[in-house]
């Protein structure tokens, strides 16, 4: 409850920089910097498994890494629980009781469809989670509609956004998460007419955070680029000792065996 409401208190105050993990390893690494907070990253699951993302992880595997994540760090965690594995609103509650985090983020994409859940059955689903959750549990409530392209134009998927950013949080969401739009005059808009808070997640040739939240997001996430860039420093040390037999890009980025028995040693976490 303490966990939750200090999650609860980074949110509402704004300027919220949050690192999302996907084992308890990177979670510690994050902690380590001086992360106050931490999410988690579906997408970052599933590929260090050699899945596809989009529910295509077990949610009990999903439950246990979870666990070891809250496990790992004394800080707040948010579940990243994709669209509720399973389409109807029982499905969605019965998701997040079995959830033991400060905070939930909830799609409104139809995986496997490719498109989005009807604006009246996610509000429903919303309302379920939120019925669920209790009143403490922060639901970041994300729309896909950036990431689809849906609209013909930016103006109209604009006016589609914030349609369903303000159902969404009429129906229960604290916050709406909006991953894809980084263009800060759209952005601007969009915190104007939304009736709530904003968080959007950072991706590479995105502006800074600083330049993000002057336009009223309350909230940036790292999401699951920190592991795509982990996976493509990989990509590369691989083929330079295929190819080339040398190690030098392996040598750059080094973490170090000693940083890492210290992680190992930083204490048990929650149980």
Same mark, same amino acid.
């Given at each position: 409850m303490q966990l939750a409401q200090q999650f609860r208190t980074l949110n509402n105050q704004g300027q919220f920089l949050l690192a999302n993990a996907w084992d308890?390893?990177?979670?510690?690494?994050?902690?380590?910097?001086?992360?106050?907070?931490?999410? $988690?990253?579906?997408?970052?699951? @599933? %590929?260090?498994?050699?899945?596809? =993302?989009?529910?295509?992880i077990d949610p009990q595997l999903m439950f246990s890494e979870l666990a070891a994540i809250c496990r790992a760090v004394?800080?707040?965690?948010?579940?990243?629980?994709?669209?509720?594995?399973?389409?109807?609103?029982?499905?969605?509650?019965?998701?997040i009781k079995a959830v033991i985090a400060a905070g939930v983020n909830l799609e409104d994409r139809q995986h496997g469809a490719a498109e989005l859940f009807d604006?009246?059955?996610?509000v429903e689903r919303i309302c379920a989670a939120r019925k669920a959750a209790g009143g403490l549990l922060w639901i970041n409530a994300r729309?896909?509609?950036?990431?689809?392209?849906?609209?013909?134009?930016?103006?109209?998927?604009l006016t589609i $956004?914030?349609?369903?950013?303000? @159902? %969404?949080?009429?129906?229960?969401? =604290?916050?709406?998460?909006?991953?894809?739009?980084?263009?800060?005059?759209s952005?601007?808009?969009?915190?104007?007419?939304?009736?709530?808070?904003?968080?959007?997640?950072?991706?590479?040739?995105?502006?800074?955070?600083?330049?993000l939240f002057a336009t009223g997001v309350r909230r940036v996430s790292?999401?699951?680029?920190?592991?795509?860039a982990l996976m493509g420093t990989l990509r590369d040390i691989a083929f330079e000792a295929r190819e080339a037999g040398?190690?030098?890009l392996m040598g750059e980025r080094f973490y170090g065996f000693a940083e890492a028995e210290a992680l190992g040693r930083s204490g048990a976490g929650r149980a």
């Open positions: 308890a390893g990177s979670a510690r690494v994050f902690a380590a910097a001086g992360f106050a907070a931490l999410g $988690t990253t579906s997408g970052g699951m @599933a %590929y260090a498994r050699g899945l596809k =993302d989009g529910e295509q004394d800080v707040p965690v948010t579940a990243d629980i994709e669209a509720g594995y399973g389409s109807s609103p029982e499905s969605v509650a019965a998701t604006l009246s059955a996610q729309t896909d509609t950036y990431l689809l392209g849906l609209g013909v134009n930016e103006e109209e998927r $956004t914030v349609e369903r950013a303000n @159902a %969404y949080l009429a129906a229960g969401a =604290d916050m709406v998460f909006v991953p894809g739009l980084v263009d800060l005059p952005l601007t808009r969009l915190c104007q007419l939304v009736n709530g808070p904003v968080s959007v997640m950072a991706m590479p040739g995105a502006p800074s955070a600083a330049a790292l999401g699951v680029c920190p592991m795509l040398t190690w030098q």
